[in-house]
């Protein structure tokens, strides 16, 4: 059942930021985008990958590292050493760094490390209440 409310969590946010990218400018454009696409990838991954087995911080940190990495190739100019001239593709992988960037990605992990973590201690209230009683 979670699975299928991050599925469809990441429906919406697709949907939000494929509008932002068509019609947003101003602060919405340039930081609330970026702060919704971590969620964006966290919610995808959490549609994709089961809960068992897996620390309630792994996930969140990599997707985090992924964006760092993104943003950091946007700095080497990935796109203009490649010679990738594809309009979608340029907006996808972005051409211009900021530190701002960065700071919104932290913003937007914040609330995957929660639910995480929420995640995770439900999983393990639920654990302990089978456990036979001495």
């Not at 919704?36 to 590292?65: G, M």
């Not at 919104?104 to 999983?123: D, H, M, R, S």
Request: glycine fraction near 8%.
């Amino acid at each position: 059942m979670r699975r299928l409310i991050f599925g469809i969590i990441s429906v919406l946010l697709l949907g939000i930021e494929v509008l932002i990218g068509l019609f947003a400018h101003g602060w919405v454009r340039i930081y609330l985008g970026d702060v919704l696409v971590v969620i964006l990838l966290y919610t995808i991954v959490r549609t994709v990958i089961p809960d068992k087995n897996i620390r309630w911080f792994i996930i969140p940190s990599v997707i985090l590292l992924f964006a760092f990495a993104v943003e950091f190739l946007q700095l080497w100019g990935f796109c203009d050493r490649f010679g990738i001239t594809n309009k979608l593709l340029r907006i996808i992988i972005g051409t211009g760094f900021s530190k701002i960037d960065l700071a919104c990605y932290l913003a937007g992990i914040i609330p995957c490390y929660v639910t995480e973590f929420l995640i995770a201690k439900k999983q393990a209230d639920q654990r302990a209440s089978k456990l036979p009683r001495q």
